[in-house]
């Protein structure tokens, strides 16, 4: 009951005998002698507050929070037809960045917060109240709704533009708010379970927006893009313990207009954002073309999967946006780079990311959220299928088939049959909705499973078992192949009426007898007839290559023919 800061019981006080005339405390009590509203009450408090910290500010917070300010505010407001909420929410708003920039974390209600930020004598406590007033004040008269849609949009620039100044804000359709003030003001402070409903990211550009409208800043596109992919790229970097020193990077680039002591965002990003930064100076002509590129819905602003080469840079990114324009291409897409190379980039000691023939969500993983060193063999399979495209024909499925079907046919067999050639020949084995896989051993080979999501403990596809089901013909004759549980647990492909189980193993196939005795005698038929030993193991004839043992037939063709025989003799 006696806390200072936050007692169990409050009460707001009026004191009448400072209300002067009459009529004055009649038009205070809401011009119909009605208890004022909790904005009311704040303004009163916050009034007050000045009044003993800062007097030559409180009168004319007064006089702007009633005129000037809810005038601009006004075709913000609420379906109550108020904007009480709205102001308190763009106070918030102010106050905490106030704060961010102190150092401190922006807790607390609104009137500890209010206190603590503008409420001292201290030169601190001037400077929160100059923003303050500045950050209100920029909005006085203009036409807010207008000054977002010069700045930003929510629809990439088409590629025969040549106007690409306008920022891309990025989000499913329809969710992205390109007035960032009016946003703020319907839902900043906001929860949606565990994140806030007005973002880290919108905060930040919302800042830049008033920054530069603070400072009179040059050249703020330029600098609201490269802010614009820093915060893409910086998902695990944006959260509350780090926003003092996010609000410090944002004064950096939009204010200084310079990366240098821009720490608290993704590194990797801020590198890629030097080195495009020093191509651009030498290859101004390029400007469209990588704005266009880092404004696709896959790459967010990250360009660490292309070659900042002037030599091949615009005929690669008008290539890849043929590549993607249309998802029926991106099956063909993945057997096509595998075919030139393994594209892959490993997560960690078990996972391993490639794109997806049906999700664009595993293309921005693969192609984003890494340093150009880890991008390093995605980057240079990519530019060699970027290559091939551009100076190919206008029928981009037509070229990406030509490129596996040129491969598979170059293929000896004798020298090899191994895990990428499965992957290019098959196209169940490349159906994952993640694009993850995750090796028996940590390595890809011919134990693997493929994802469906990200975690082992979700159903997932051994993508051999899936194949050679597939490729039978067989129907319900075999169970649906799904798994789940950890990549060394044994993974059977299990016939419905008999129970018998076939495993891919790396040496062939693992066969598991049906149960009942009544059936034993055709498996042991069929399994002398495929060459299945004693041990119940068929070999698959294989050859060492550069010191692997790779198949040199078929395993799926001969796993397909071996589930047929066993189907048809009654399994």
């Not at 006004?74 to 102010?94: A, K, N, P, Q, T």
């Not at 020193?245 to 207009?257: M, S, Y």
């Not at 602003?301 to 290539?319: P, W």
Request: glycine share 10%; aromatic share 10%; net charge negative.
């Amino acid at each position: 009951l006696v806390d200072p800061h936050q007692p169990a019981i409050t009460f707001h006080l009026l004191p009448i005998e400072k209300m002067g005339p009459s009529e004055d405390l009649y038009i205070k009590m809401n011009s119909r002698g009605k208890p004022l509203t909790p904005f009311e009450n704040f303004k009163a408090l916050f009034v007050q507050m000045l009044e003993a910290s800062c007097p030559e500010m409180a009168q004319r917070f007064a006089l702007k929070a009633d005129v000037e300010w809810s005038d601009f505010l006004w075709d913000y407001r609420g379906s109550d037809s108020i904007i009480d909420d709205e102001f308190l929410r763009y106070f918030r708003f102010v106050a905490e960045i106030c704060d961010w920039r102190s150092g401190g974390l922006a807790e607390g209600e609104i009137e500890i917060l209010a206190e603590r930020v503008f409420g001292g004598t201290g030169k601190g406590a001037h400077d929160n109240l100059d923003f303050l007033f500045l950050a209100f004040d920029t909005w006085v008269g203009v036409d807010i709704p207008a000054c977002f849609a010069g700045l930003l949009t929510e629809t990439p620039a088409p590629l025969d533009s040549g106007d690409t100044s306008k920022v891309v804000l990025f989000g499913k359709p329809g969710s992205v708010e390109v007035d960032l003030f009016a946003a703020c003001c319907r839902s900043y402070g906001q929860m949606r379970g565990r994140n806030r409903v007005f973002s880290w990211a919108e905060t930040l550009l919302l800042y830049a927006v008033i920054l530069h409208r603070v400072h009179k800043t040059p050249d703020l596109p330029r600098r609201l893009r490269i802010l614009r992919n820093l915060v893409e790229a910086s998902g695990n970097e944006l959260r509350q313990e780090k926003m003092p020193a996010l609000i410090e990077d944002v004064r950096r680039i939009v204010v200084d207009g310079t990366l240098d002591g821009v720490n608290a965002f993704n590194q990797a990003q801020v590198a890629d954002e030097r080195l495009k930064a020093k191509f651009l100076a030498k290859n101004p002509s390029c400007e469209p073309s990588l704005f266009r590129l880092e404004d696709h819905p896959i790459l967010h602003g990250c360009l660490a999967a292309f070659d900042l080469d002037a030599a091949v840079f615009e005929a690669r990114a008008g290539a890849f946006h043929r590549l993607f324009a249309d998802p029926g291409c991106w099956p063909s897409l993945t057997a096509a780079l595998l075919a030139i190379g393994d594209y892959s980039r490993r997560l960690n000691s078990r996972s391993i990311q490639f794109g997806s023939g049906s999700n664009p969500a595993p293309w921005r993983d693969l192609l984003t959220g890494a340093g150009r060193s880890d991008l390093s063999g995605t980057r240079l399979v990519l530019g060699r299928l970027l290559d091939q495209v551009a100076q190919g024909a206008s029928d981009v499925k037509a070229a990406l088939s030509s490129i596996e079907k040129n491969w598979l046919g170059a293929t000896d067999p004798g020298k090899g049959l191994g895990w990428r050639w499965y992957f290019v020949k098959y196209g169940a084995m490349r159906t994952g909705g993640s694009g993850i896989y995750v090796g028996s051993d940590g390595a890809l080979g011919y134990g693997v499973c493929m994802m469906n999501r990200r975690q082992m403990n979700s159903w997932y596809r051994d993508p051999y078992l899936l194949a050679i089901h597939r490729l039978s013909g067989v129907g319900t004759a075999v169970e649906d192949p799904w798994f789940t549980g950890y990549e060394t647990q044994p993974r059977y492909l299990r016939l419905a009426k008999s129970g018998t189980e076939i495993q891919c193993v790396n040496a062939g196939f693992a066969m598991r007898p049906p149960l009942a005795a009544a059936h034993l005698a055709a498996f042991r038929t069929v399994c002398q007839a495929h060459g299945v030993g004693a041990d119940n193991l068929l070999p698959v004839q294989q050859a060492d290559c550069d010191g692997k043992r790779l198949d040199v037939h078929d395993r799926v063709e001969i796993g397909a023919a071996l589930v047929r025989d066993l189907v048809d003799a009654g399994l």
